[in-house]
């Protein structure tokens, strides 16, 4: 059953009484003087806890893409300002003329010359 806050017309004293609803309405006597009490509106005091609240929701989500856009941002900046890398065929520091003189000379140095195939099959269109 809910509680109901009533305070007196008399002696303004605030009580509380534990009614069921079907009783809310009635005219109720105050404990103290016994003279007819008003229903009063208490204030409620609680905390929804947790994520699943709507404004907590869309208040991180907003904060979330506020953020990605300012991520975005920079790395687009630091991609335009970056020079293109663009990789040497070399051995072990040793520089050669193509990939595929790079991979023969691993081979040469029995180093396992595996990863040269991707780049010389590119290098041979």
Do not use: H
Not at 82 to 87: E, Q, R, T
């Amino acid at each position: 059953m809910p509680i109901y806050t009533y305070a007196c017309d008399a002696c303004e004293i605030p009580f509380e009484l534990i009614l069921p609803m079907s009783q809310c309405q009635d005219s109720q006597a105050c404990p103290s003087c016994g003279a007819t009490a008003r229903k009063t509106i208490a204030p409620v005091a609680f905390i929804l806890a947790g994520d699943g609240w709507p404004s907590k929701n869309g208040r991180v989500a907003a904060q979330m893409a506020e953020k990605n856009r300012r991520l975005e941002a920079k790395q687009e900046e630091r991609r335009r300002d970056a020079p293109g890398v663009k990789l040497a065929p070399n051995v072990g520091g040793e520089r050669v003329d193509s990939w595929a003189e790079a991979q023969k000379l691993a081979k040469s140095q029995g180093k396992d010359a595996g990863s040269y195939d991707k780049l010389v099959a590119t290098e041979k269109k």
